[in-house]
C-alpha cells in the first residue's frame, strides 16, 4: 500500500473505526467480554451495550480490549504510525514519527511504536521444519566502548546481549534474547522452535550445538573458524547465511535508525524485525499488523 492508497482508504477518523470493526467482527459485532451476539447498537457511532454479561449493560465500543483502547490518541494517528512502520525495511525511530505525525510529544511517540512493537509478537506459532538454520548472536556496544564496570562481561563480550534465532529456509524466523549461551539454553531454545522432523539443521562450530543428533535433529555445521560458511552434504546444503542475513538487517537498523537498543526493550524490536521478515511478501501487512493490535 502506497502513501496515496492510504490517505484514500483511511481519510477520516470515521473511516479507521469502520475498517477496525470490519476486522474484529468480519461476521458481525459481539460483546469481548462474554462472546454474545445479541449486542444493541448505542446513539453513539461504534458503540455498544451487552446485557448477556451485565444486567444493567456493558458497554464497550471498537477499540475495547485494542492497544489503542484508553488513549488520548486519534485511531487515524495510530492507523498512521502502523503504516510508517509497517513501511519501513530497517524500523523507524520515535523522534522521527513525532516529527512527520506532529504527536504533540516525543513521549506520545515512543509509546505508541512500543505497544505496536507488541502487538507484532508472534501468538501463534509452529516449530520450524524442513530446512532450518540456528544461529546466535550478540547485539551491543563493543567492550573497547564499554564503561568500566560493565567491560569483560559474561562470555567476554561486554555490555552486549546474547540473541538466539532460528529460520526456516523460504520460511519465517524467530528470535529472542537469552541470558546466557550455556549448552542447556541454546537447547531448549531449539526443541521449543525447531521440530524434531526437520530434513536438516545446520548451525555453526559452536560447541553447545553438538548434542543436536542426540536430541534427534539431524545436524550438521559448517566451521566459520576455518572459513567454511557452505558445504555440500546427502541431505541438503549446510550454510546460516539466510539467518546471517537477517541478522545484519537487525543490528543495521538499530546501529542506523535506533542507535541504541537496551536490554528490556531489544525483545520488542525483535518483534518488529521477526514480523516483517516473516511478512516481507505480504502486500497487506498493514492489516496484519493491526490484527494483532
Known amino acids: 500500500?502506497?502513501?496515496?492508497?492510504?490517505?484514500?482508504?483511511?481519510?477520516?477518523?470515521?473511516?479507521?473505526?469502520?475498517?477496525?470493526?470490519?476486522?474484529?467482527?468480519?461476521?458481525?459485532?459481539?460483546?469481548?467480554?462474554?462472546?454474545?451476539?445479541?449486542?444493541?447498537?448505542s446513539k453513539t457511532a461504534h458503540r455498544w451495550t451487552c446485557k448477556a454479561c451485565n444486567p444493567n449493560g456493558y458497554r464497550f465500543s471498537v477499540l475495547t480490549g485494542t492497544i489503542f483502547e484508553n488513549t488520548n490518541i486519534k485511531l487515524r494517528m495510530w492507523f498512521q504510525t502502523i503504516f510508517i512502520v509497517s513501511q519501513s525495511k530497517k524500523g523507524i525511530s520515535a523522534l522521527q514519527v513525532h516529527r512527520?505525525?506532529?504527536?504533540?510529544?516525543?513521549?506520545?511517540?515512543?509509546y505508541m511504536c512500543h505497544r505496536i512493537r507488541a502487538a507484532t509478537k508472534d501468538g501463534i506459532f509452529s516449530r520450524l521444519t524442513g530446512q532450518?538454520?540456528?544461529?546466535?548472536?550478540?547485539?551491543?556496544?563493543?567492550?573497547?566502548?564499554?564503561?568500566?564496570?560493565?567491560?569483560?562481561g559474561r562470555d567476554g563480550r561486554g555490555g552486549k546481549v546474547a540473541v538466539i534465532g532460528a529460520t526456516a529456509r523460504k520460511g519465517n524466523v524467530v528470535a529472542e534474547v537469552i541470558e546466557n549461551t550455556e549448552m542447556r539454553t541454546m537447547e531448549k531454545f531449539v526443541q521449543r522452535t525447531v521440530s524434531e522432523?526437520?530434513?536438516?539443521?545446520?548451525?555453526?562450530?559452536?560447541?553447545?550445538y553438538r548434542r543436536m543428533r542426540v536430541l534427534g535433529y539431524r545436524h550438521r555445521t559448517v566451521n566459520h573458524s576455518y572459513g567454511e560458511y557452505s558445504k555440500n552434504t546427502v541431505h541438503g546444503v549446510v550454510h546460516t547465511a539466510n539467518l546471517d542475513s537477517f541478522w545484519s538487517q537487525l543490528k543495521r537498523g538499530i546501529v542506523g535508525i535506533f542507535h541504541k537498543v537496551s536490554k528490556d526493550y531489544l525483545p520488542l524490536y525483535?518483534?518488529?524485525?521477526s514480523f516483517k521478515y516473516n511478512h516481507r511478501n505480504d502486500r497487506q501487512i498493514f492489516d496484519a499488523i493491526l490484527a494483532g493490535c
Open 132 to 152: 532450518v538454520e540456528v544461529d546466535e548472536t550478540y547485539v551491543g556496544g563493543k567492550d573497547k566502548n564499554c564503561h568500566a564496570n560493565k567491560k569483560k
Open 270 to 273: 525483535l518483534n518488529e524485525f
Open 100 to 110: 512527520m505525525l506532529g504527536t504533540g510529544s516525543y513521549r506520545t511517540a515512543w
Open 197 to 208: 522432523k526437520v530434513s536438516l539443521l545446520s548451525t555453526d562450530e559452536h560447541p553447545n
Open 1 to 41: 500500500m502506497t502513501f496515496k492508497e492510504f490517505e484514500a482508504r483511511f481519510p477520516t477518523e470515521e473511516a479507521c473505526r469502520d475498517h477496525l470493526t470490519a476486522m474484529r467482527w468480519p461476521e458481525g459485532v459481539t460483546c469481548p467480554r462474554c462472546g454474545n451476539a445479541k449486542v444493541y447498537k
